[in-house]
Nanobody, 124 residues
Framework: QVQLVESGGGLVQAGGSLRLSCAAS????????MGWFRQAPGKEREFVAA????????YLADSVEGRFTISRDTAKNMVYLQMNNLKAEDTAVYYC?????????????????WGQGTQVTVSS
């Protein structure tokens, strides 16, 4: 199975942008539905975005629709989360996730593989 390593987090002012990257190891990356989740202090982990195996379908949480974009580069075994117009409420640890079974599993918040997370802090 793949292993996931996130990068790209940091401190940014409200209204700014960040791009998170997730590097996946292994040769079967294209078999996995990929997603991004986040967990803010004192809150439960929540779904942010997901992308199908082909990259042809993407899904975004209502709270980030119009501001975030998820994409994948199968040739590089990478998944990205472009975050624009960041708000203080976007502050959280962001996790990359993968699942081989179905998009439904990722959308339900139950992917089988998780990265270690990367901190995003948005200052107001």
């Amino acid at each position: 199975q793949v292993q996931l390593v996130e990068s790209g987090g940091g401190l940014v002012q409200a209204g700014g942008s960040l791009r998170l990257s997730c590097a996946a190891s292994g040769r079967t990356f294209s078999n996995y539905v990929m997603g991004w989740f986040r967990q803010a202090p004192g809150k439960e982990r929540e779904f942010v975005a997901a992308i199908s195996r082909s990259g042809g379908s993407t899904y975004l949480a209502d709270s980030v629709e119009g501001r975030f974009t998820i994409s994948r580069d199968t040739a590089k075994n990478m998944v990205y989360l472009q975050m624009n117009n960041l708000k203080a409420e976007d502050t959280a640890v962001y996790y990359c996730a993968a699942d081989r079974s179905s998009l439904r599993t990722v959308l339900a918040g139950r992917p089988g593989i998780w990265g270690q997370g990367t901190q995003v802090t948005v200052s107001s």
